[in-house]
């Protein structure tokens, strides 16, 4: 579930910035906002899912990620104060690829995608951005895109996931991305 919801903001992201135009604005806001949307319940599928990993530093993500969308919504609407939600979602993804190192679920490759796509997304906020935008955003598709793929087509190995879930889950309660036990 957690990788379909992630490739519904996909798609919707790409098609709010095909929207792109004067005539457009109206349904450009909201296929926007919809995306919007979509990434709040992925940050809260997210949040249940490394939640056995570290709890506290899942909803730090989760809060890290919200305030983002916050972020994002503002800019929208031209009410924020000219602060990038890059600014978040690149912790964000440090954050999220610390938790996938630190799991037992999901190949390590995958974190090491997200760290390096956030902190590149944070580079992407200094001067260096005139140099590397492009390579920072290859990389950041390709390490978010990764995990989604993995997620909608893997899922995660669930033994393990409750196994590091511990007491925090009953037997009879998967993860909120089950689809498969590689």
């Excluded at 919200?66 to 440090?94: Q, V, W």
């Excluded at 200094?126 to 492009?134: A, E, I, K, R």
Aim: net charge positive; aromatic share 12%; glycine share 6%.
């Amino acid at each position: 579930m957690t990788g379909v919801v992630y490739l519904l903001y996909f798609l919707l992201a790409i098609f709010a910035t095909l929207l792109n135009g004067p005539r457009l604005v109206v349904y450009s806001y909201i296929v926007n906002l919809i995306a919007i949307l979509c990434y709040i319940a992925l940050t809260l599928l997210l949040y249940y899912l490394f939640k056995p990993v570290s709890s506290n530093l899942s909803l730090l993500a989760a809060l890290v990620s919200l305030a983002g969308c916050t972020i994002t919504t503002l800019n929208l609407f031209n009410l924020a104060l000219h602060i990038s939600p890059i600014a978040f979602f690149g912790p964000y993804c440090i954050l999220l690829g610390y938790l996938i190192l630190r799991s037992a679920f999901l190949p390590k490759v995958l974190g090491v995608l997200m760290v390096l796509a956030g902190i590149g997304w944070l580079l992407f906020l200094s001067p260096l951005v005139n140099f590397l935008s492009t390579y920072i955003k290859v990389l950041g598709i390709l390490a978010e895109a990764s995990l989604m793929l993995w997620l909608a087509i893997m899922g995660v190995n669930i033994q393990r996931w409750r196994q590091q879930a511990g007491p925090l889950s009953p037997p009879s309660t998967p993860p909120p991305d089950s689809s498969a036990t590689p």
